[in-house]
Nanobody, 125 residues
Framework: QLQLVESGGGLVQPGESRRLSCAGS????????IGWFRRAPGKEREGVSA???????YYADSVKGRFTISRANAGMTVDLLMNNLKPEDTAVYFC???????????????????WGQGTQVTVSS
């Protein structure tokens, strides 16, 4: 079973930073291409960022220049560093796995599986 777990969410003020972590339950994420997604209240889940197994990275326009996806903990996890957070970043953040590297740039949930339970990020003053 490829089960993922997200962590690191919480309440932050606009302009502050937060680091989220995606971990495999009992396995390393090093061999996998991983995506980060988010679902804001009343909205559909949208792609945020993705990283290939070879470590090419991709970002949604809404977070480009503010968020950074990277592998951490000797490749065990995939982290999402969120800088200059805005209220519109408020959402439940999910990570997932994809085998479709040809389409990963789209960061489309259609091509991802093994979703975690999500971690809540609330950006409010």
């Amino acid at each position: 079973q490829l089960q993922l777990v997200e962590s690191g969410g919480g309440l932050v003020q606009p302009g502050e930073s937060r680091r989220l972590s995606c971990a495999g339950s009992g396995f390393s994420l090093n061999p996998y291409s991983i995506g980060w997604f988010r679902r804001a209240p009343g909205k559909e889940r949208e792609g945020v960022s993705a990283i290939k197994a070879r470590n090419d990275t991709y970002y949604a326009d809404s977070v480009k220049g503010r968020f950074t996806i990277s592998r951490a903990n000797a490749g065990m996890t995939v982290d999402l560093l969120m800088n200059n957070l805005k209220p519109e970043d408020t959402a439940v953040y999910f990570c997932a796995i994809t085998y479709y590297d040809n389409y990963i740039e789209r960061i489309s949930e259609t091509f991802f599986h093994s979703w975690g339970q999500g971690t809540q990020v609330t950006v409010s003053s």
